[in-house]
């Protein structure tokens, strides 16, 4: 490798951009060359200090505030000014930090009938499933195993979830992670159909006699208890498809 | 509350719930790119404001992938737009030599003393940079964009990232040395 191409390179290989092969023959000129060793010195020392966080602009509170007001479609929303509980409060408490820019869209609180208490469980379990598809907010643990996605529960809750493998029913596992629905931490499960994602939920309890499928904007959840467990399914699957998996969840041999 | 409650807007609340979910978690890293490239606070709030409405009003367009890529492009666009004057338009005629054009200056090694990389220094070099290699400085070392995320962003070859990348740094380097008794031709041979 000449100077030349090391000026250039050594660029990428402070990057973590350059391969192998390309690195070691980097690596071998500058311990040959004080020219390009000193040139390399002196660029990793301004990464590092490029790197100091009084760098960074965060954007100000007025700025964020602004933005609230002027959403177009927020001030709908808020006119309905239901007393909730805000999803900020139950993602701090799960500690989900990185739902902190998440507002709590008020509709959320408004799907169902009011009243019952058990709507606003579902209405939380539908936002928790859209809390989740914020990046790298789906998965706690990503795996397609059932066995290491059972034991990554123990010690995170009270009780001990069912996961089922339903791969071969079309519906892949793939992680899992806790969420917050009615103030209590929960399993929440997530397999997938194709492009889509499904949030199961899962906590101790009964459902109401006979609950009703719930549909709004787009997003389905299917409501249901067993062995002492209280499930809710959310998704953007259809209806006919969400009810299937829930057939196959339901069916489906538990794991031991 | 039945449907009916919700018939005014339906798909614009579960739009902007998932555009909440989706895209403000990067309203820091707008903010960011934005104030670095317009320069002053008010300039990169309006921005930022823009940028996001005009987020939201292409959302239904977005089918996923990296958000912030997505936003980070939509926010230098808006720069570039809405202030024409920090558009990369004028320096351009410098900026399509690529590789071959890394500037020579720095100390010789033998002189060499420590960077003046004090947050005043560095934030006075980096605003000193031309546009089109200050994006690409911001992108890279303060928003830790991989090269393939800043090409997408920027809408440029991975090949012209690496060579601004080169250039920028060495600008900064030379604009961060110590004056130097004698100009270095030592380093190249
Ligand atoms: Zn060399």
């Given at each position: 490798?000449?100077?030349?191409e090391?000026r ?11 391969d ?15 020219a390009c060793?000193?040139r ?6 301004l990464r ?15 700025l ?19 007393p ?5 409060a ?11 820019l998440?507002?709590?869209?008020a509709w ?8 019952t208490a058990?709507d ?15 990046p790298?907010?789906?998965?706690d643990?990503?795996s ?7 034991p ?24 899992g ?8 931490t929960?399993?929440a ?6 492009l ?5 939920f899962q ?26 467990m209280?499930?809710v ?13 829930v057939?196959?969840?339901?069916e ?5 | ?6 018939a005014?807007?339906?798909t ?5 719930a998932?555009?909440?979910?989706v895209?403000?978690?990067w ?5 960011n790119?934005?104030?670095?490239l ?9 921005v ?11 959302f ?12 980070l ?8 737009t809405?202030h024409?004057?920090?558009a990369?338009e004028?320096?351009?005629?410098s900026?399509?030599d690529?590789?071959l ?10 002189a060499?003393?420590l960077?003046?990389?004090?947050i ?7 605003e ?10 911001v992108?890279r070392?303060?928003e ?36 130097s ?6 380093d190249?041979?």
């Amino acid at each position: 490798m000449t100077c030349d191409e090391t000026r250039l390179l050594l660029h990428a290989y402070l990057d973590d951009e350059l391969d192998a092969a390309q690195s070691a023959s980097l690596l071998a000129h500058l311990g040959a060359c004080n020219a390009c060793a000193a040139r390399y010195a002196d660029h990793a020392q301004l990464r590092t200090a490029l790197a100091q966080p009084a760098l960074y602009r965060r954007a100000p509170d007025a700025l964020r505030a602004r933005w609230r007001a002027t959403a177009p479609v927020a001030a709908p929303a808020s006119t309905t000014a239901r007393p909730r509980r805000g999803p900020l409060a139950f993602a701090l408490a799960a500690g989900f930090a990185g739902a902190l820019l998440l507002t709590s869209p008020a509709w959320i609180g408004s799907l169902r009938a009011p009243g019952t208490a058990d709507d606003a469980l579902v209405a939380q379990a539908v936002s928790g499933h859209l809390r989740s598809l914020q990046p790298q907010h789906l998965m706690d643990v990503a795996s397609t195993d059932r066995h290491t996605v059972k034991p990554w529960f123990e010690g995170r809750l009270d009780f001990s979830p069912e996961v089922k493998d339903l791969a071969g029913q079309g519906f892949p596992l793939a992680g899992g992670r806790l969420d917050v629905v009615g103030g209590r931490t929960v399993a929440a499960l997530v397999y997938r159909r194709h492009l889509h994602v499904i949030n199961v939920f899962q906590w101790p309890g009964e459902a109401a006699a006979d609950p009703q499928p719930y549909r709004q904007h787009g997003y389905t959840a299917i409501e249901w208890s067993g062995g002492g467990m209280r499930y809710v399914a959310v998704s953007d699957l259809n209806e006919a498809e969400l009810r299937q998996f829930v057939r196959e969840y339901r069916e489906g041999a538990p794991l031991r | 509350m039945s449907a009916d409650s919700f018939a005014a807007a339906p798909t614009d609340a579960v739009t902007m719930a998932r555009f909440e979910a989706v895209v403000l978690p990067w309203f820091d890293a707008a903010y960011n790119l934005a104030r670095w490239l317009v320069r002053n606070d008010a300039d990169a709030q309006d921005v930022v404001q823009e940028s996001l409405l005009r987020a939201l009003r292409y959302f239904g367009s977005f089918r996923g992938g990296d958000a912030r890529v997505w936003l980070l492009a939509i926010v230098r666009n808006t720069c570039y737009t809405l202030h024409a004057r920090h558009a990369p338009e004028s320096q351009r005629e410098s900026l399509d030599d690529e590789v071959l054009a890394l500037p020579d200056e720095g100390p010789s090694p033998e002189a060499r003393t420590l960077l003046a990389v004090d947050i005043g220094s560095l934030q006075q070099a980096l605003e000193r940079l031309p546009p089109p290699l200050r994006e690409v400085i911001v992108l890279r070392e303060l928003e830790e964009c991989s090269y393939k995320e800043i090409a997408a962003v920027t809408g440029q070859k991975i090949g012209t990232v690496m060579s601004r990348l080169a250039r920028a740094r060495e600008r900064l380097r030379a604009d961060l040395s110590p004056p130097s008794t004698e100009a270095g031709r030592h380093d190249v041979r």
